[in-house]
């Protein structure tokens, strides 16, 4: 059984990682977060030790390190985006392992020197990347690579649709500044810009279209495929259809043509990621580095409006 802690434990997607460590029958020792509204942690580990200072929690992990019967082996961070950096740091030079969310961290300079860390520490940094384990998105990369093979040069024709509605608290949030969040690509995109580049191929041109503080959308030329992309947190741009259901997500892939449809299938990702994290197979810094590269250079492009081979729904905004 491991030791973990967990930064940003109050935050939205700590949660499932909460269950990820119990579902793989580990243990949270500790965890961190300003708000202490965190009952959440009554489901999973009530005995967990809880902080809401950093310097407490800090030294209550280095105590555990310096005692020879205990240590802390990893370190679970679910922290604003910005943090990250600071947080993984801190995880290696506790003598653990870190698990972070996406966006790893906010641009590939980052990941460089993550790099530097990880060889003097001789701990590693893990990436969580569920959509590499969605059995639909697996089914799909299986598919291309056949067709890849019998024909080297297919370029794929893709439109990419995330749309997840976010409420005004968003915007007063950290998620709303850009400095913090790294932006919609960043925020809500990477993911699935690391799925299309593991899938297609790496990125040879990336350009903006529109963006706005609720919506971005652009084009990538892969190797294998051109991708239109539209990512907004915005309700009204929600399908009438999906808004009938009472949803108020949809995630679309349609690759020439065909629908993928892949909105399930999403609740056991985080332990199926902490289930390969903890045989040695999860996703490092390499693997994280190509989306952090695109999503730092959309942050930079400037939009060039409704020109060239944009996202239908570009026309609605």
């Known amino acids: 059984m491991k030791n973990f802690a967990l930064i940003g434990a109050a935050g939205y997607i700590a949660p499932r990682h909460m269950k990820a460590i119990k579902d793989t029958s580990n243990t949270l020792v500790a ?106 998105i697996i089914a799909l990369k299986e598919k291309i690579a056949k067709e890849l093979k019998s024909n080297p040069d297919k370029v794929y024709e893709i439109d990419l649709t995330y749309l997840t509605s976010r409420g005004k608290w968003y915007f007063v949030s950290w998620k709303g500044d850009e400095a913090k969040s790294g932006g919609i690509a960043s925020n809500i995109g990477v993911h699935f810009f690391d799925m299309l580049c593991w899938i297609f191929g790496n990125v040879q041109e990336s350009i903006t279209h529109l963006k706005t503080a609720d919506t971005n959308a652009g084009y990538l030329k892969l190797k294998h495929a051109n991708v239109r992309w539209f990512l907004s947190v915005n309700y009204n741009h929600i399908p009438d259809a999906i808004k009938a259901k009472g949803a108020t997500t949809y995630r679309s892939i349609t690759v020439d043509g ?60």
């Open 258 to 317: 065909e629908d993928i449809e892949f909105s399930g299938g999403f609740t056991d990702l985080h332990t199926k990621s902490y289930e390969e994290i903890l045989k040695g197979n999860g996703f490092g810094l390499d693997d994280a580095y190509g989306s952090i590269n695109t999503v730092s250079a959309i942050r930079t492009l400037d939009p060039i409006g409704l020109k060239g081979d944009y996202h239908p729904l570009c026309k609605r905004i």
């Open 31 to 136: 965890a961190l977060d300003p708000y202490d509204g965190i009952g959440v942690m009554d489901s999973y580990f009530p005995h967990a030790s809880f902080f809401t200072e950093f310097e407490r929690f800090d030294r209550f992990v280095d105590k555990w390190r310096r005692n020879s019967g205990h240590k802390i082996d990893y370190v679970s961070i679910c922290s604003p985006n910005y943090l990250h950096d600071s947080h993984i740091r801190f995880a290696l030079r506790s003598g653990a392992h870190a698990i972070s969310e996406k966006p790893l961290v906010l641009n590939p300079w980052n990941v460089d020197q993550l790099k530097v860390i990880e060889n003097e520490t001789g701990k590693r940094i893990y990436n969580i990347l569920q959509l590499r384990h969605h059995p639909i």
